[in-house]
């Protein structure tokens, strides 16, 4: 077993424990990186998505993995410098008004995406990532997650893949 995932099984019961932030123990966020491109390395894809914020940490280390290019899903009203932006509103787990934006020019019709993240609550916020790489007729290839805690298994019928 990884260190990082007989630390989660020491620590799972521990209130103080949040799954987001195993990234910083030890080795764990090569092992997450590693376990990650060895699942993706038979994929059609040229880009990785992530969502802000923890997803970004585990996206970077992917790429320097697999050397792919990232495309960073921000929460909304982050991007200030431009109008050109995709943006979708939701309502979150916590049921508060929330959202994500990504500058139009950072998705072109040529994407096939990975997308990676570090916990999926509902789906939603993945679910409008989708709904943005769709409008924009890119294409998702696969979600990756290191624990999938919906009771959903894919996003039109993209598949998610849950490390846990």
Not at 42 to 65: M, Q
Not at 135 to 142: L, R, S
Not at 157 to 164: E, F, K, R, T, Y
């Amino acid at each position: 077993m990884t260190y990082w995932r007989q630390f989660i099984k020491n620590n799972c019961c521990d209130k103080d424990f949040e799954l987001g932030l195993i990234w910083s123990k030890e080795n764990a966020l090569q092992q997450i990186a590693q376990e990650i491109t060895l699942l993706i390395k038979n994929e059609d894809f040229n880009t990785l998505g992530c969502v802000e914020t923890k997803g970004i940490i585990y996206a970077y280390a992917v790429s320097a993995l697999c050397g792919k290019e990232i495309r960073i899903f921000r929460k909304e009203d982050k991007i200030t410098y431009t109008k050109e932006k995709y943006v979708r509103k939701f309502i979150n787990w916590q049921n508060k008004e929330d959202g994500i934006e990504i500058e139009k020019s950072q998705i072109s019709i040529d994407d096939k995406v990975i997308i990676i993240d570090d916990i999926i609550d509902t789906g939603i916020t993945l679910t409008s990532v989708s709904s943005i790489i769709n409008e924009a007729n890119a294409q998702i290839v696969k979600y990756i997650c290191l624990k999938n805690i919906s009771q959903i298994s894919n996003i039109h019928s993209v598949p998610i893949i849950s490390l846990l």
